[in-house]
């Protein structure tokens, strides 16, 4: 039977695509898990897969062709197969086009005939790169009657805490996923269907009739179920709001939730968040008063949950990894291992930009920092040097034209990379207050998904720390690092003589797949023109 495969939404915000190239022809055997195209969102182009066998009976998209989500992309059956009345009738109308057999990126799952009006909700797909999610809070419970546009729950992605709202009517007849548990994209979320409606049958799918469906991705109205071990309905705590109003404490819906479980007083948490904000790691780390004193020498950072140790006692405390530490861990495993890195380090005299900055700094309602001239300065020097402003695509290399500065932010949870765009064309006020706007959102989990993407070519910093000089892991796709030290005072010798200079090294890690030693070095010295002359960035 032919499966209709439809324009997939391969972001939260993609409401259309265009297809860049067809990677499978028509008459090709495609299996499951082959690449059948590349498709063009909103944000990204990214790698559509086949979650279904059979012969390419159809394109219905061409390259270069943009068409809403949903619309007919190709027809996937048995050779010979006649899908006349696919095509005359139109997607919409044919039977394999209803949202139990659209074929989206996800898994494939077994599935069940489902009662009248009932509707199975997934694990949403909410960035490009989530594999699983974590539900942070419930904001409905089973039973509440639910309105399209209503949100459902906050769940917590490998980038941020985001808000999902359901894209149907009617009845909340089952959680699937608890507060505080994390499951993969797809897997049962909640079932939503008119009050009283039978779904034993989907929660127990070996005793119903099977058939095979394809899962959507991001799409809350498809049908298939990824078969779940029944559990019975979660009712989550009162919601508590997490905006600044008078008489109520700044936190986020899942510190509020852990310091509930604690029996921690929110109004005893000094909140590290933006404005203040209280966030998880703020509950993990709280000492109560009474306990201070006591572990006040103590260097764990987690102190609220280590205990006085006999001497020669051994004690360990495990913390579960959050849905941010794993992506960091194997993204940039991924990033280290495939790619080969090599170092290039500079030391940069920092005397004409220091005076600069002060100099800058003293019109009114102008701030910029050392961090931001560093952006600058690199966006600049890598329009002079576009081999470094690359991406590695195996049988090809990007060249891109546009300059989205990448800046590393450290938050609670690990690190996350929001992207400055046009950096080249911004002035260094206009990238000033765009990095304090990421920096804030990125450490109160506001950033969208669209904020952190795209970026082609990062910036880490950790001068602040008092760091002289450190290696990062290059931020994949992009083929290179610039890894940013302290400012020290130290003797340099000047015009023959030994004074009082200020100096800071940078770093650039490079991929050597798509930039020489010898581009590299180049790149390193325009930026440190720039960087010794100012004014130069000002022409």
């Not at 939404?9 to 259309?16: F, G, N, P, V």
């Not at 009050?195 to 070996?206: F, H, K, T």
């Not at 010798?493 to 650039?508: C, D, E, P, Q, S």
Request: aromatic content about 4%.
């Amino acid at each position: 039977m032919a499966i209709v495969v439809n324009m997939p939404r391969l972001s939260d915000t993609m409401e259309e695509g265009t297809v860049v190239k067809w990677l499978k022809q028509v008459g090709d055997v495609i299996s499951e898990g082959d690449i059948l195209a590349e498709i063009e969102t909103d944000k990204a182009t990214m790698e559509f897969e086949s979650f279904n066998e059979g012969t390419l009976l159809h394109i219905g998209i061409q390259e270069g062709d943009a068409a809403p989500v949903d619309a007919l992309l190709a027809i996937i059956g048995e050779q010979g197969e006649d899908i006349s009345a696919l095509l005359s009738g139109g997607a919409q109308e044919a039977p394999e086009a209803s949202a139990a057999e659209v074929a989206v990126p996800a898994a494939t799952a077994t599935a069940t005939a489902l009662p009248e009006g009932v509707i199975v909700v997934n694990m949403p797909r909410l960035s490009d790169t989530m594999e699983e999610g974590t539900v942070a809070t419930w904001l409905k419970k089973v039973g509440d009657v639910i309105e399209e546009g209503d949100i459902l729950a906050e769940i917590e992605t490998d980038k941020a805490t985001m808000e999902f709202e359901s894209f149907n009517a009617g009845t909340l007849l089952y959680i699937g996923i608890g507060e505080g548990e994390a499951a993969p994209v797809d897997s049962l979320l909640a079932i939503i269907g008119p009050s009283g409606a039978d779904i034993s049958a989907v929660l127990n799918p070996a005793a119903a009739p099977v058939v095979t469906a394809s899962v959507a991705a991001n799409d809350a109205a498809v049908a298939p179920v990824a078969t779940p071990a029944p559990k019975a309905p979660v009712t989550p705590a009162a919601v508590l709001n997490a905006s600044v109003q008078a008489g109520r404490i700044f936190a986020s819906p899942l510190a509020k939730k852990l310091a509930k479980e604690k029996g921690i007083s929110l109004s005893e948490v000094k909140g590290t968040g933006e404005q203040g904000r209280i966030v998880k790691i703020d509950i993990e780390r709280f000492t109560p008063v009474a306990a201070q004193a006591a572990l006040a020498t103590s260097a764990t950072p987690f102190s609220a949950q280590a205990p006085i140790l006999d001497a020669g006692e051994e004690h360990y405390t495990e913390v579960k990894n959050s849905q941010m530490r794993k992506v960091i861990a194997k993204r940039l495993g991924e990033s280290k291992f495939s790619a080969p890195h090599y170092y290039l380090t500079v030391e940069v005299d920092m005397d004409n930009a220091m005076a600069s900055r002060s100099q800058i700094n003293s019109l009114p309602d102008t701030k910029v920092s050392f961090n931001d001239m560093v952006l600058k300065a690199s966006a600049m020097a890598l329009k002079k040097h576009p081999q470094v402003n690359t991406t590695w695509q195996g049988d090809t290399t990007r060249f891109n034209s546009h300059v989205h500065m990448g800046v590393a932010v450290a938050v609670p949870d690990g690190l996350v990379v929001p992207v400055v765009r046009f950096a080249d064309q911004q002035s260094l006020s206009q990238i000033g207050a765009a990095v304090k706007d990421l920096a804030g959102k990125a450490r109160d989990k506001k950033l969208t998904p669209a904020e952190m993407e795209g970026s082609t070519f990062t910036v880490s910093n950790l001068g602040m720390f008092g760091i002289q000089e450190f290696t990062s892991i290059i931020n994949q796709p992009n083929s290179a690092i610039l890894s940013v030290g302290a400012i020290v005072q130290k003797p340099v010798v000047k015009g023959g003589a030994v004074i009082v200079g200020n100096t800071m090294k940078v770093t650039l890690a490079c991929d050597h797949r798509t930039v020489d030693g010898a581009t590299a070095a180049a790149f390193l010295q325009t930026l440190q023109a720039f960087l010794e002359n100012p004014v130069t960035m000002l022409a």
